[in-house]
């Protein structure tokens, strides 16, 4: 993998994501105030902070999990509050989410939660969800016969890949990713962040991708958004991470853990 890869960028820089003045809060907590970011089409964004800055409740807005108290949020430049019922389905569907967890649901093979979103949003006969289920199962390099495997028989790893195939279920163009390699080891993790690249590249996917892990952070990410203060703090390059002076970026692209993988074999002693 490639530390310093040129960000793979579209050149029209068309904001897939765009989040706008959105503050959120808990009764007299506001964990979110008038926060601002934007994602563009065919990027990688790493959306890093502290624990407990809000990144999970930024995640759960945009996905409507969470109700905002003011602000805007456009995806692929459609205003959900201002969409029409039909408008707002066609979008949902080109949009994927991949949760912790993987939260596959336990009484349902990995074909059938695979195709529990093609049932919601789409009518289709039974043959052509199994042969797109092979499909994604294939995408995300599992194996044929994990198909009919219900979660429990599954490695970590292959939980995620499962995960992640149900997240492409209906070839979206926006994906969330909520800490996509927490829990696994860390080949493969590495062998995730390859998997999430690759597609990117092959589909021309959008990812947002929340994650405290740094391996991920300067091997696939093209840019990287920063929360603290209920806002976010700096965005740019993982260059301009390593350039900028903000004490928490400091300290946690500088610091010991990071330094080891920006100079591998780096023994800070
Ligand atoms: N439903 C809720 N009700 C009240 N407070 C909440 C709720 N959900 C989140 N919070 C608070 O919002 C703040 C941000 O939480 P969040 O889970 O988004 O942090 P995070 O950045 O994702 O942290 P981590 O990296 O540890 O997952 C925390 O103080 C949390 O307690």
């Known amino acids: 993998m490639n ?92 949009v994927g989410v991949l949760f912790q967890q993987g939260a596959l649901f336990s009484a349902l093979t990995v074909k059938e939660n695979i195709q529990l979103p093609m049932r919601e949003y789409l009518d289709l006969p039974q043959a052509l969800m199994d042969e797109l289920a092979a499909l994604k199962i294939e995408l995300v390099g599992l194996a044929a016969d994990a198909r009919d495997k219900y979660p429990s028989e599954l490695s970590g790893g292959m939980i995620k890949r499962a995960a992640l195939a149900r997240a492409l279920a209906l070839d979206p163009d926006l994906v969330f990713l909520d800490e996509p390699t ?63 002076d903000e004490p928490w970026v400091k300290s946690y692209f500088r610091g010991k853990r990071a330094r080891s993988i920006v100079v591998p074999g780096h023994d800070d002693k």
């Open 182 to 244: 927490s829990g696994l080891d860390p080949i493969g993790a590495a062998e995730f962040d390859e998997l999430i690249a690759s597609l990117r590249d092959a589909l021309g996917l959008t990812v947002y991708m929340v994650t405290h892990d740094l391996d991920s952070l300067f091997s696939v990410c093209d840019r990287i958004a920063v929360l603290g203060s209920k806002r976010v703090l700096v965005e740019g390059t993982i260059e301009d991470m390593l350039k900028c």
């Open 3 to 94: 530390a310093l890869r040129p960000a793979n960028v579209a050149t029209t820089r068309e904001a897939v994501l765009s989040v706008q003045d959105v503050t959120v809060g808990f009764g007299s907590k506001i964990v979110l105030d008038k926060l601002n970011l934007d994602v563009y089409r065919g990027e990688i964004l790493g959306f890093v902070g502290a624990s407990g800055a809000g990144k999970s409740v930024l995640l759960r807005t945009v996905l409507r999990l969470v109700p905002r108290r003011s602000g805007k949020i456009r995806i692929l430049g459609t205003d959900y509050d201002a969409a029409s019922e039909a408008e707002r389905m066609a979008l949902d569907m080109r």
